[in-house]
Each structure stands twice: as C-alpha cells, then as structure tokens.
C-alpha cells in the first residue's frame, strides 16, 4: 500500500496571497496523482489529476506539479472559498488518501 | 441533472448489518466504475470499495475486506454496499463516488461526489 503524506498538516495564509501543498508518496506513483478540496459539511471535489491537469471548472489559479514521489498543489490569488480541507490521492487499487492539510486565514 | 445521492444510513448496533445505496442519475451509469468512499467524524478520507463499470471485479479495503460487499444493477442505475458485522470503527459518513473517465479498469480518480450516508455503530 502506498502511504501518502501531506505537508503542513496546517496552513495560514491571507486571502489574495499563495499557498503551496505538500504531497509526499512512499513509492513513486509516476504522475498519477490527484487533488481534492473538502469545504466544511460539503463532500470532496477533484481540482487537479495526473499531477497536473485541472478538472472541468476548475480556475486556473489552481495548479499542481510534481513526479515521482514528490508532489506539489499551488493555489494562487486565494479566495474565501479555498479556505479548506485538501487531500491529495493516488489513483491504483488499493487507493489511498493523504491526512489532508487544513487550509486557514491568517 | 448529473448525481449520486446515498441512502440507507442510520444507527446500527455492533456486530448488525446496513445496507447502504446510491441512486445515480444525469449520466450512463453502466460505463463508469463507482466506488464508495468513507470519513469518519473528523477525520480523513478512506477509500472503501470499488466495481468495474461492467460489474466484472470487485476490490475492497482490507478494513473491510470480507465483511463488506459491493454490488450494482446497471439496469436500475444504482450501487449497493452490503456492510456486516459491523464495528465503531466503521461509523463514518460514507459518499458514494464516480470514476472521473469511462471504462476505466486500471486508475481511478473520484469526478463526481455524493452527498454522503452517515453510519454509526454505537450499541
């Protein structure tokens, strides 16, 4: 099973700036890699897949990068809405989620 | 309108069985795999179970593996998952899911999301 660990577990950022999340595998998982956000009370919803490709909808001030075992998702411009739960999460059976970093205002 | 909405949770006593569903509309149901997904109160997400678009294979968590069962009927549009033997380990809310593209068999990335059935297992 492939561990996935995420970095901070917390983050504080002003709205209008940038925040960058950290997704480490335990293996390398190529560039199958994707990212969610979790609003509170609200299911999760894909942002980016295969590290680097935005879902349908998704703005462009999302963006990931990444390879291997070292993965990285940048949100820029934050808006109120951002301020969330992420998860990042490999796409082979048996799958696996990240602990998630909780986005805050600072 | 494309969705996915569960039902069938509740209170269930340890060690008693729930049967969870998922209701799919908005999309050709039988040309993606579902899955369901699980979070238990305040923490994480946990992948659960997965079936093939066709119903062809099954894949569960090894959490779950042997107790849990997950099924489909394509010609209802709908997804089971058959939970016995049930522990507090397993209350959660648990959100029934869409692969992101047709006919996948070899990754999976969760597209579409339910509104989620909270379990609890309490006696």
């Known amino acids: 099973e492939i561990v996935l660990t995420q970095s901070p577990a917390t983050l504080s950022v002003s709205p209008g700036e940038r925040a960058v999340l950290s997704c480490r595998a335990s293996q390398s998982v190529r560039t199958y890699l994707a990212w969610y956000r979790q609003k509170p009370g609200q299911s999760p919803m894909l942002l980016i897949y295969?590290?680097?490709s935005r879902a349908t909808g998704i703005p462009a001030r999302f963006s990931g990068s990444g390879s291997g075992t070292d993965f990285t998702l940048t949100i820029n411009d934050l808006e109120p809405e951002d301020f969330a739960v992420y998860y990042c999460q490999h796409r082979y059976i048996p799958i696996t989620f990240g602990q998630g970093t909780r986005l805050e205002i600072k | 309108q494309v969705q996915l909405v569960e039902s069938g949770g509740g209170v269930v006593q340890p060690g008693r069985s729930l049967r969870l569903s998922c209701a799919a509309s908005?999309?050709?149901?039988?040309?993606?795999?579902l899955h369901w997904v699980r979070q238990a109160p305040g923490k994480g997400l946990e992948w659960v179970a997965g079936?093939?678009?066709?119903?062809?294979?099954?894949y569960y968590a090894d959490t779950v593996q042997g107790r849990f069962t997950i099924s489909r009927d394509n010609s209802r549009n709908t997804l089971d998952l058959q939970m016995n033997s049930l522990t507090a380990g397993d209350t959660a809310v648990y959100f029934c899911?869409?692969?992101?593209?047709?006919?996948?068999?070899?990754?999976?990335?969760?597209?579409?999301w339910g509104q989620g059935a909270l379990v609890t297992v309490s006696s």
């Open positions: 908005g999309f050709t149901f039988s040309r993606f795999t």
């Open positions: 079936i093939l678009y066709d119903g062809s294979k099954k």
């Open positions: 899911t869409r692969d992101l593209e047709k006919y996948d068999t070899s990754g999976h990335y969760f597209g579409l």
């Open positions: 295969d590290a680097s």
